[in-house]
């Protein structure tokens, strides 16, 4: 049984504009210690997937208006979170599902020590005596990589480096022992060595623990480190999702072809030239009829702008390959071809 299983999940905003679909059906599940990795181009609703699971839409603009996300909340029970009453859903937050924040100032109060903070979490969620509280946060900070943690631990967060608030940050996630992990772009912000240290913690607790994790990134070559399968978000969908390696060596989505050459690969050199996707992501209030992608795609048919897609099975040995395109014979060496030609 997964983790957690999102089915055709909708959350729109109003607007002045109209109705923004940002998440406009999808679907896809986690397992207890693995990683799912979602990427997409910005807009693609992969934010609003993240706090769509905690139930962190702003009411107005936005609402939940369609879709299931079941998670495990204990062993065989399976628990609606588009239906749980808002005081369950106090208890999820932080105790069974956590989540952490490209800036950590969106987690961490600026006027509290970090102790306060810490040590709170504790007592409301685990009902833990102050002095064992402090005790484990202590032990938390240092797992999570803070030198000296019984010192810093009565610092304010503006007296830490950026790396070092970071961690501060995963350690409150991770301080009740959840079951699920959200990490939403966790390293953007912060330079390439302390990135890989974040990440590496993370992966660290995960296997520890046996954490599920959702991990929201731009960055492919994050992804193919961390993620064991990854979905693919364009306009408020899922339109591919596989395992990992599947998705990086056999992509049957063009836009999943087309991230992947629009980004630099890992071992290529500076000024190695890049193939940005062709146009624009679609206005999420008025979206094109059919495939949203269509009038990007090279490979584009005539039913493409009439209907969407349903998902169809890749067969192959890897695992479980889910593509939503209604042309048949996308590969990436067809896509090399056709744009060479
Ligand atoms: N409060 C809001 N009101 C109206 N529209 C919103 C609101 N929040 C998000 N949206 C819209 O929802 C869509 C999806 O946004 P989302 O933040 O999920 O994208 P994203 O995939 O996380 O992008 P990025 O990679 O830039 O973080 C966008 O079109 C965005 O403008
Ligand atoms: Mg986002």
Known sequence: MALLEVRGLKTHFSTEDGTVRAVDGV????????????????????????????????????????????????????????????ARMQKVRGDRIAMIFQDPMTSLNPYLRVSEQLVEVLELHKKMARSEARKKAIEMLRAVGIPAPELRIDDHPHQLSGGMRQRVMIAMALLCEPDLLIADEPTTALDVTVQAQILELIQDRQKALGLGVILITHDLGVIAKMADRVA?????????????????????HPYTIGLKSSIPRLDAGRGSSLVPIPGMPPSMARLPPGC???????????????????????????????????????TPAHAARAEAS
């Open 232 to 252: 693919v978000m364009y306009a408020g969908r899922v339109v591919e999702e596989g395992p990992v390696d599947v998705i990086f060596d056999d992509p049957r």
């Open 27 to 86: 679907s896809f599940h986690v397992d207890r210690g693995e990683v799912l990795g979602i990427v997409g181009e910005s807009g693609s609703g992969k934010s609003v997937t993240s706090l769509s699971l905690l139930r962190l839409i702003p009411d107005p603009p936005g609402k939940i208006v369609g879709g299931e996300m079941l998670f495990e909340s204990s062993p065989g029970k399976k628990e609606d979170l588009a239906r749980a009453t808002e």
């Open 292 to 330: 949203p992608f269509h009038p990007r795609c090279g490979f584009a048919v005539a039913r493409c702008k009439e209907s969407y897609p349903e998902e169809r099975e890749i067969p192959g040995p890897g695992g479980r390959h889910l593509v939503r395109c209604h042309v048949d014979d996308v």
